[in-house]
């Protein structure tokens, strides 16, 4: 810390707010311009080959609005961090330079003070007098031990500085590069449609780099969560290899110490039956762990991101979400004589290839079990609503940093195209977002979904065939340690 260095931490804090509020507005406005792109683009009354090059142009301009709005994101992201690096207390260089000096300069007087008392106490020769002396010796070595921690409390304040000035430091990396990219892009297709043709390479590495990034960055654009059945597709068509890391995986838990190849592949087919719990969790840990993948992979010892023999990245989400149903699948909490169990229930499923599935206490017992078996603190909480309470709940909840798990039965939704995606009984998923018309985005799947809350189905769950029907949401908060 410099003399000339100050920290307003509350004009910090709004000044960080106020730019999250404006890089939402430009996230809203760059999602109307996409939005407007694919219309325009599916609009099967133009037909021509000029159209299908401009289209072409069109798709790379939605690469760099996907590159700007993983941008965005990030920038949000580090904004919020940089609000939570502040702390609460002003620190003023010149206040607390002066302050450390004062306090140097006051245990250098008591030190002098000191000295001179040893040498009158040494030089007493009435016992009073030296027993006078002596205690002022203590008094004055006192006032430079209370000295010296005042100047220990200021050099802390001035370090505190450091530390927040060192942690941004790595802040607005990636928005800077994912900028970079787009400026290459952009000088790249200007003034290549030409003549009815687009004129432009292919492979350029500007579309590989920002794409890349927004994976790693965030979910929603070319990441859309993971899918129940990603680890039963990748045992039936992966290579070897992916085989035999599966086999490791599963048979590394006790349960499935002896399951063999068969084995396996029910209990994969299981998890597609029961797993979209698993999955919206799984799609949680991912989220929580974008841009601290170092982290990710020291913690479960296996890498959040994968990359194809293209260069193309990919969320590792097969493997977290057989390593969270594997660890935590039919295992439940008892209490016996006041003390608290966990005990694995084989009986629990339908039968070897279908599951039960999970309810929330399921969900929040077995989660932040699996949490804490690896050292981590997670809480998951009911969220009390009406249907018509979910959206505004999901919206403050997500306001406080948190993730939003919601489900329902039976389920409705509908697609990017307004195509529904009907099925009794229930379901579970990760909540991605909220639209400007009341509608909640979710990731079930592998695939982007919206749901309507005030949906008949669950305002009037009496008039449902099945005669259970609800919406329900639970909030995720990692690092929180839990009620006692």
């Excluded at 410099?2 to 707010?17: A, E, G, I, M, S």
């Excluded at 792109?37 to 299908?52: L, M």
Aim: aromatic content about 10%; some cysteine.
């Amino acid at each position: 810390m410099r003399r000339d260095d100050y920290l307003n931490p509350f004009d910090l804090k709004n000044q960080c707010k106020g730019a999250v509020n404006r890089l939402q507005e430009n996230q809203k406005a760059l999602q109307i311009v996409s939005r407007s792109i694919d219309r325009f683009a599916k609009d099967s009354e133009i037909e021509s080959a000029a159209f299908e090059a401009l289209k072409r142009q069109l798709e790379d301009y939605k690469i760099l609005i996907e590159g700007m709005q993983a941008a965005g994101c990030a920038g949000s992201s580090d904004f919020h961090m940089l609000a939570g690096l502040a702390g609460d207390e002003v620190l003023d260089g010149e206040n607390i330079y002066s302050q450390m000096e004062n306090a140097l300069n006051m245990k250098e007087g008591y030190l002098l003070s000191e000295a001179l008392f040893r040498r009158k106490t040494a030089m007493a020769e009435e016992p009073l007098l030296s027993l006078y002396y002596n205690r002022k010796v203590g008094q004055y070595a006192r006032l430079a031990d209370n000295s010296q921690r005042l100047y220990e409390k200021w050099r802390e304040k001035s370090e505190r500085f450091d530390e927040i000035a060192a942690a941004t430091d790595r802040l607005f990396t990636d928005s800077e590069s994912i900028d970079a990219w787009i400026q290459k892009g952009l000088a790249e297709i200007a003034g290549t449609f030409q003549k009815g043709g687009y004129m432009t390479a292919g492979g350029s590495e500007w579309r590989r780099q920002i794409i890349n990034a927004g994976i790693r960055i965030t979910m929603c654009y070319r990441d859309k969560g993971g899918d129940q059945n990603g680890p039963y597709t990748l045992w039936q068509r992966g290579e070897e290899t992916d085989r035999e890391y599966m086999r490791e995986l599963v048979r590394g838990y006790e349960e499935y110490a002896d399951y063999t190849d068969e084995d396996i592949e029910m209990l994969l087919m299981k998890l597609n039956s029961e797993g979209c719990g698993y999955v919206a969790f799984a799609n949680i840990i991912a989220d929580e762990y974008r841009r601290k993948e170092e982290e990710f992979e020291k913690v479960f010892g296996f890498p959040l991101f994968l990359e194809n023999v293209n260069g193309n990245t990919y969320v590792n989400y097969n493997r977290l979400i057989m390593d969270l149903y594997c660890a935590s699948d039919n295992h439940n909490k008892a209490e016996i004589m006041g003390a608290e169990y966990d005990i694995y229930d084989a009986g629990e499923d339908r039968s070897e290839t279908v599951g039960r599935g999970t309810t929330q206490e399921d969900r929040i017992y077995r989660f932040e079990r699996y949490m804490e078996s690896y050292g981590l603190e997670a809480r998951i909480k009911n969220i009390e609503c009406a249907p018509n309470q979910v959206y505004k709940r999901c919206e403050e909840e997500m306001e406080q940093g948190k993730r939003i798990i919601i489900s329902t039965c039976p389920v409705r939704l509908v697609d990017d195209e307004d195509e529904p995606a009907h099925m009794d009984g229930g379901h579970a998923m990760t909540v991605t977002g909220l639209t400007d018309d009341g509608r909640i985005e979710v990731s079930s799947w592998g695939e982007r979904y919206y749901i309507t809350p005030e949906d008949s189905d669950y305002t009037e769950p009496e008039k449902n065939r099945a005669g259970d029907a609800y919406i329900k949401i639970q909030s995720v908060k990692f690092n929180e340690p839990k009620e006692r």
